[in-house]
């Protein structure tokens, strides 16, 4: 079974750069698409953005489009998510999620492996 560890919240002022990390604890890896989700208190988890168990894909959502890069490094079983012009809204708690890659990475429900998350505070 994949345990995934996620790193990097914390406190940022808007406009700032925060970079999350997450260890996937698994042999395999690379046979594995990875994703970034979050979740704000009252609403539900939403996509973020996802990569390909290549890295030669990545998908995001468009309200972290050109300001957020996903990316992995399957040496080191880790995936990054890289946070520039951070806002307000973006606060939130991040997951990390696993799913052996045969396509579809938008949607929750597709993921069946999860971090304990980190949190995201953007501040004024």
């Known amino acids: 079974q994949v345990q995934l560890v996620e790193f990097g919240g914390g406190l940022v002022q808007d406009g700032g750069s925060l970079r999350l990390s997450c260890v996937a604890s698994?042999?395999?890896?690379?046979?594995?698409?990875m994703a970034w989700f979050r979740q704000a208190p009252g609403k539900e988890r939403e996509f973020v953005a996802a990569i390909t168990w290549s890295g030669r894909s990545t998908f995001y959502a468009d309200s972290v489009k050109g300001r957020f890069t996903i990316s992995r490094d399957n040496a080191k079983n880790t995936v990054y998510l890289q946070m520039n012009s951070l806002k307000l809204e973006d606060t939130a708690v991040y997951y990390c999620?696993?799913?052996?890659?045969?396509?579809?990475?938008?949607?929750?429900?597709?993921?069946?492996?999860w971090g304990q998350g980190t949190q995201v505070t953007v501040s004024s």
């Open positions: 999620g696993s799913k052996l890659d045969t396509g579809r990475y938008y949607n929750v429900d597709e993921y069946d492996r």
């Open positions: 698994t042999r395999t890896f690379s046979h594995y698409a």
